[in-house]
């Protein structure tokens, strides 16, 4: 019997989505396995260091409770980042998809204006957006001391924005998710260079034709949006949202990843460092399952 010589496209497409896996998959078995497994291990356990090495006491769940139930530092700082990146999700979202619609369109310059929104992203630095978050408070604390309203600062524009909206509305829960959004907008720009290059590809996958179809239909750009370009778009929003909420949990300026170094390297608490470590990332897992399953119910393929 001759044997078959050429793959099938779906065979051929499968080899490609396991090639791009492979190389991860290998890096994890190598560099991150034996730590992943070793820090469940110090979760359960007290470690001390002794005259003879390291010494595990296993103790069960108390690192656990502890930090459920006594550490108001660990639980103040979860709460803060699990509600930053809710609110932060869509504004991101809306902020990257209406960019990427901009850049989409044809006009002179566009290949810079696109290098400029993607560069914080080429730039971006651990230490860069420490010295620059750095920078923000001290002109903040500035300003607060001398009595002074404006400042470069983007956040303490906001602060100013907020003051007058206030005078304004005289109702401060009414402003209070505009004036939030206004101080996160130097957050938003900095954090949507990658969502706004896979939006921009989401954007060029579409077929023209379909918008010229509906043009001849009579519809308007606003329908085409909404029937053509939002539907096309769901599976790059899902890809978007899982991705927009790592990069927001394994920020660096995320006050539970210091905290957890903090207890790791300068109180010497391994054991109690894992735990909470353990427990951000089981939440940022409910977070993303919970997520995943909400969007891919509304996500829709053009295959199908």
């Known amino acids: 019997m001759r044997k078959k010589r050429f793959k099938s496209l779906s065979q051929r497409q499968a080899l490609t989505g396991r090639l791009f ?37 296993f103790i069960g769940f108390k690192n656990f409770i502890k930090a459920l139930q006594e550490d108001p530092t660990f639980i103040q700082y ?18 990257s998809l209406f960019i990427a619609i901009l850049l989409n369109q044809k006009f002179k310059g566009r290949a810079l204006v696109r290098a400029i929104f993607f560069l914080p992203v080429v730039v ?15 002109q903040f604390y500035i300003g607060a001391q001398t009595g002074m309203a404006m400042s470069n600062s983007p956040f ?29 907008i130097y957050e938003i720009i900095w954090k949507s260079g990658v969502q706004i290059l896979i939006f921009l590809a989401g954007l060029q996958s579409i077929p023209h034709s379909l918008y010229e179809v509906a043009s001849v239909e009579g519809a308007t750009p606003w329908e085409s949006f909404w029937k053509i370009t939002f539907p096309l778009l769901s599976p790059i929003i899902l890809v978007n949202v899982v991705y927009t909420v790592i990069d927001s949990f ?14 790791a390297f300068r109180r010497l608490q391994h054991g109690y460092s894992s735990a909470i470590a353990w427990i951000y990332f089981l939440i940022l897992g409910i977070i993303l399952v919970l997520l995943v399953i909400f969007i891919s119910k509304r996500v829709f393929y053009m295959s199908e």
Do not use: C, H
Request: aromatic letters at 14%; hydrophobic letters at 55%; zero cysteines.
């Open 250 to 263: 394994t920020d660096y300026s995320n006050d539970v990843l210091r905290y957890i170094l903090e207890v």
């Open 21 to 57: 896996v492979y190389p991860w998959l290998i890096g994890f078995l190598i560099f991150f396995a034996t730590p992943f497994i070793q820090s469940l291990v110090f979760a359960f356990s007290e470690l001390d260091l002794t005259p003879f090495g390291l010494k595990l006491t």
């Open 124 to 138: 971006m630095s651990g230490a860069l957006l420490y010295v620059l978050e750095s920078y923000t408070m001290e």
């Open 78 to 95: 979860l709460t803060l980042e699990v509600s930053n990146t809710i609110v932060n999700i869509p504004l991101i979202l809306m902020f």
């Open 156 to 184: 303490v524009r906001g602060i100013d924005f907020r003051m007058l909206l206030i005078q304004i509305t005289g109702n401060i829960p009414f402003v209070r998710p505009l004036i939030d959004a206004i101080n996160r």
